[in-house]
Every structure is written in C-alpha cells, then in structure tokens.
C-alpha cells in the first residue's frame, strides 16, 4: 500500500471535521442505528473479512472468524448499553439543580497494531463512535486488505457523510498529524517506544492520549490448583495468534512441587498443535505475522539458553514460522523473563512461597494483567491488592471482554478501553449547575 503526503492527510482531516459537525448532533439512538449496520456488514461478510486478516498476518483462518465474531459481541454490548452510559447524571448538591453530561470531542486519532487488525481498531472506534466523535486511522503497514476493509465497513449506508478514514501515512508523519488542530485526542496500541513517541506529540500540544502497549503477563499456578485446567488454559493463553498478544501469559510461574507435571503436561498439549496451511481450519498455530519478528524471537531464546535456560520443546525457526517453545530453569536476568517475548515461547520460573510469586509477578516493567490458579480463591482475592497490573484473572487466562475496562499501568500504558469507562476517555465530561 503506497502512502500519502501529510497534506493529503490534512486534507482528510478537515473532510471528518466536517463529518463531526454533523455526526455530534446526531441522538444517541440515531447513532446506534448505524452501529447496527456495521454488525450486519460483520455477520453477512465474517469469511471475507477474516480471510483479510489471515492473508495480511498470517492467523489461522479460524482465529481470524473469532476476531470478527469478537468484534459483533463488542457492538451488541454498545447497542444495548450506550444510551444508559450516556445518560445525564444527576448529582444531588446545594444548588436548585446540578447534573453531568458526556460530549465527544471531535475528530480522534487511533494508531493501531497489526496483530489483532479488527479487534483492536473496533475496540478503539465503536464506543467512542456512539458517544459522538469520528476517526481517522494509521493502521500497521503490513495489514493493508484489513484496513480498507474497515473503512469501508464504517461507510454505512444510514449516513451520507465519512465517519471513519484511513490514513496510510508513513509513521514519522503522526507527530504532524497530532500537532494539527483538528485531532482533538489519540489512542494508540503497540509498541512501549511508540506509546513514548506518541504521548511526548500528544503532551506537547496538551492533546489526551490513551496508550496501550506491551505486556509480559505472569501466570502463577499454585501448589493447590487444578492442573487439568491450568495446563489447558495456558496453550490458548500463551500460543493463541502464535503469542503475538499483549495480554499473552509470557512468565510462567509456577510452584516447585508442581512444575515437573506442568511441564510434562504441557509440553505434551502444546507439540500436539496442529500447523498448516493458516487457511485450513484445522489448523491450529501457524507462522508469525513476520520474519524479521521470528528472528528477534529466536535471537531472545538463544540468548537465554546460553544464559543456562533448559529447552525443553520447540527453539527452532523456519522463515516466520517459530515453532512453539517451552524453556525452563529462567531466571530473571534472562531476556526473556526481563523483554517481552512477542511469540509462541513460554518461560517457566519456579516458587515456594505466594508472596514470592506475587514479586516475581511484579518484577516487570509492564503491568497489563496476571492470571492465578489456585481452588483457594478467597485468598487470592484477598491478594489482588498486591498486584501491579491492570487485571487480576484467577482460574482463567487475561482475556479482554467489552463488559469489562481494559488497559495496564507501568510500561503497558494508560487509559482504559471498553466496558462504560471506554466511553469516558473521549469526551467532555461537563458539569452543568442551575440556582
């Protein structure tokens, strides 16, 4: 996909400012009405659009389904709550009356990644779409089919104006972008160096930007748990989109009188993964979105191994494939306990005490989420303070769900996506008093 010139780009910007002149002033249900046109643009289209994200990225053909399929949950969950989020909010004061209302902002910015190139762009668009603003987006270059795909499903038919357009801009030119007066905010999801990037433009022109970046998730298992369970759950929750997720579990922790069974289990679900053909639907992990991203991967595995890590399965590249890898005996000088490891390859570091999983857990410059299993939940529960992530999941992988906010701190960002907290990151929140 050829880019633009930054004056072309500004072009397209003053064409949504327009379009937020007149989408503002649309009602809350008129709005819906339009969201409701995406999701039928969704069902009726779901193998095009997911043969779209197989074709640019590589994901298994039945992973690209559920990402689309994800991306109608996010819009039912938005059609059926947004006029209740939006709603004014009366608060009972001094005054004769005193209320809160939400308007949007303007024309929003969203940088997105290319591992999640549906979900991750509807995710940023739907809720603040409905609460008034419109878009203009730089998608990841090597997504090209998924990103006029998504204009052109935003291009409802309900309205005679753009809501959302692409910018296919070379990424050196956002900072411009953002300096323009018309982008009011931004969101972006990737890279911890290209949040930094984007949040030093949005600061200097005091612009709000939510960030959502890197994660290296803990998932601590307990003397005590089921381990059907948690070896079950940990082959989606590390090998899922070949583990090129945010949210991935990456540092497995687990107690020293269970690992040897972990292990051993573990090791036998994940070898039974079926590759293939990323078009056939039985296939089950296929090659990294890149080669140049397998490489890195297997250039922080080596490093380790050298470093005294054990392989215990997997450790071997060909092309962007990298086949799914278990090492253990990491400790924490190791790069792939202290980088995040954006690919299918679990680290398995031990414990005796929960206090000293809790600090290995913590013992990351990211904070997106950690999962814990254990049957003794209501100690777990009481541990959830300790943490230093954006969500705590007991018996179940960090997954991200529209009923639910989603967003780190530390080097994972900030800002929260989804449930109503999505709706609040983009708009005015204004306070209204009457004597």
Known sequence: MSTIPVEEAFQTLEVMEGSFLKWKIFSIKERIEVLKDVKEKLLSDTKKYAEAITAD???????????????????????????????????????????????????????????????????FVVPNLLSGNTFVVKHASNVPKSALLLEEIFDSKKIDFPVYKNLFLKSDLIKEVIAHPVIKAVSLTGSE???????????????????????????IVCKDANLDLAVTTAVNARMQNAGQSCIAAKRFIIHTS?????????????????????????????????????????????????????????????????????????????????????????????????DEAIALSNRSSFGLGVSVFSTNTELIKSKVPFFEEGAVFINEMVISDPNMPFGGIKNSGYGRELSHFALYEFTNIKSVVIQ
């Open 193 to 219: 160096n290209a949040g930094r990037s984007v949040a030093e433009a949005a600061g200097k022109h005091l612009k709000k930007c939510v960030l959502e970046l890197g994660g290296s998730n803990g998932y």
């Open 258 to 354: 269970v690992a040897e069974s972990f292990i051993a289990k573990y090791k036998e679900k994940i070898e039974a993964l079926k590759t293939g053909d990323k078009f056939d639907s039985s296939t089950e992990i296929g090659e990294m979105a890149r080669e140049d991203l397998a490489k890195e991967l297997e250039i922080q595995v080596q490093k380790s191994i050298e470093a005294g890590a054990k392989l215990i399965c997997g450790g071997k590249r060909n092309g962007a494939f990298y086949a799914p890898t278990i090492l253990s005996d990491v400790t924490e000088d190791m790069p792939v306990f202290k980088e995040e490891t954006f690919g299918p390859v679990a680290s398995i570091i031990t414990f005796d005490d929960f």
């Open 57 to 123: 990225m590589n994901k298994p053909i039945t992973q690209s389904i559920a990402e689309v399929k994800k991306c109608v949950y996010l819009c039912d969950y938005y059609i059926e709550n947004t006029e209740a989020f939006l709603e004014p909010q009366t608060v009972k004061t001094k005054w004769k009356e005193s209320f809160i209302t939400f308007e949007p902002l303007g024309v929003l910015l969203g940088v997105m990644p290319w591992n999640f190139p549906f979900w991750q762009v509807f995710r």
